[in-house]
């Protein structure tokens, strides 16, 4: 379960406690993801998330911020998707406190020194290669720079090398005062805690944050570009990732997409790793999952190959794709991709941090917070003819879309693989 309330400054403090924990995460979500970009300053949303740990008021440098939450034994860390961003500390209950002081002067107090400024932007550039040699990431965003080409979606959260560069004190200082504000930030309580408390706590150490947010994110625009994108260079293995643009995370169809993408390649028992890993050895690692966006979404299936052996890949992926939209799924299927995924939740719902995601992003984005009951419901509407009829109009040939790093240097065969 979990309970809402709001400060006099109207930011949501949510919280969901739990029994048979001894630890607390506060995490504070914010609208201030990378869609909310423009060109000119591709990548802020990424390096101001760095610079919120460079220090406050109370907690001056990153060593004071990491040092209080290392004396404790906490947990702390932050992120930034397309859509949001977060921030949070994991404690012990009774240290608390100390998480919300620390979060609070961060978030309120941060000063973005300009010499801290130029140390983190040879972070982030170590950063930004870091991803570019490693294929099993780089090749996921490939997929969304092919799907949504050159819009916010379409680009890499991390930005561009120019504006690492040149962004400034004033840059992050306006980012910050237009974005996180409290309409447009949840503050998030989960684990050992009842609402009294999280209330007071919020009141005390986020109730002087203000302003209103500034801007929104433009919708997503159709782009027909191209369906293939090769990167060759010398690496061990091939990895490909194919799939199409599918619904939003506001569709109806949205618990069946997700039931879709078990049965696919969601698990050990799915279709895509009994049969091209299990039985063919194609591959070490497969996978079939969505990203799901408020006006779009993604299905692909990724997998690392032997270079010899990416175009039977390729086209034993497009085979499962296509044999699905054709004669669909069995019910047997569906029954185990419903306990499979309620089977996680629960699972995920043991863990402060994963409770404290599991409701804040969804008080952040969605008209309506689903508790678990709730939540299993809506998993539990879905039918094999939804699911069936969604395979039928998403999976289609025409649709696929296809990323390739490896040492492949033949984008026609590449083409010819999935009927482009």
């Not at 052996?309 to 019910?331: N, P, Q, S, V, W």
């Amino acid at each position: 379960m979990y309970s809402l309330q709001k400060l006099g400054s109207g930011l949501p403090v949510l919280t969901a406690p739990t029994d048979g924990t001894s630890a607390v995460t506060v995490l504070v979500f914010a609208g201030a993801g990378s869609r909310y970009e423009i060109r000119k300053n591709r990548g802020i949303s990424h390096f101001l998330e760095h610079m919120f740990f460079k220090g406050g008021k109370k907690y001056k440098n990153a060593a004071d911020v990491s040092m209080a939450i290392d004396s404790v034994g906490g947990d702390f860390n932050a992120f930034t998707g397309k859509e949001y961003a977060g921030y949070y500390v994991k404690v012990a209950a009774e240290k608390v406190e100390l998480a919300c002081d620390v979060l609070s002067d961060m978030l309120q107090n941060a000063t973005f020194p300009p010499e801290e400024i130029e140390k983190e932007r040879g972070v982030i550039i170590e950063e930004y290669r870091m991803y570019q040699d490693t294929p099993m990431y780089q090749a996921g965003w490939d997929f969304e720079t092919l799907v949504y080409g050159d819009q916010p979606l379409g680009w890499d959260t991390i930005g561009t090398e120019e504006v690492i560069r040149t962004v400034t004190q004033k840059d992050f200082q306006n980012h910050k005062n237009e974005l996180y504000t409290p309409d447009n930030l949840v503050l998030t309580f989960a684990g050992k805690i009842d609402d009294t408390k999280a209330a007071k706590l919020g009141q005390d150490y986020f109730g002087g944050i203000g302003g209103k947010k500034v801007g929104a994110f433009e919708a997503v625009m159709k782009h027909e570009g191209e369906r293939i994108s090769l990167t060759t260079k010398q690496t061990e293995q091939a990895h490909l990732v194919l799939g199409v643009e599918a619904v939003s995370a506001l569709d109806s169809d949205h618990f069946a997409q997700k039931l879709l993408a078990v049965i696919l390649g969601g698990s050990m028992s799915s279709r895509m790793f009994l049969r091209i890993r299990e039985k063919r050895g194609l591959c070490y690692y497969i996978s079939t999952a969505t990203d799901n966006y408020m006006d779009t979404g993604l299905l692909s299936t990724r997998a690392g190959v032997d270079q010899s052996r990416l175009h039977e890949a390729i086209a034993a992926i497009r085979h499962e794709y296509e044999e699905c939209a054709k004669d669909g799924i069995t019910e047997a299927e569906l029954r185990r991709a419903k306990d499979f995924l309620k089977g996680k939740i629960t699972l995920s719902m043991e863990d402060s941090e994963e409770r404290a995601h599991f409701f804040g992003k969804q008080q952040l984005l969605y008209p309506t917070v689903r508790d678990l009951p709730a939540y299993f419901t809506e998993i539990e509407k879905i039918t094999t003819v939804q699911v069936n009829a969604l395979a039928a109009k998403l999976l289609k040939t025409d649709r696929l879309r296809l990323v390739v790093i490896g040492k492949e240097n033949d984008k026609k065969k590449l083409s010819e693989l999935i009927g482009a």
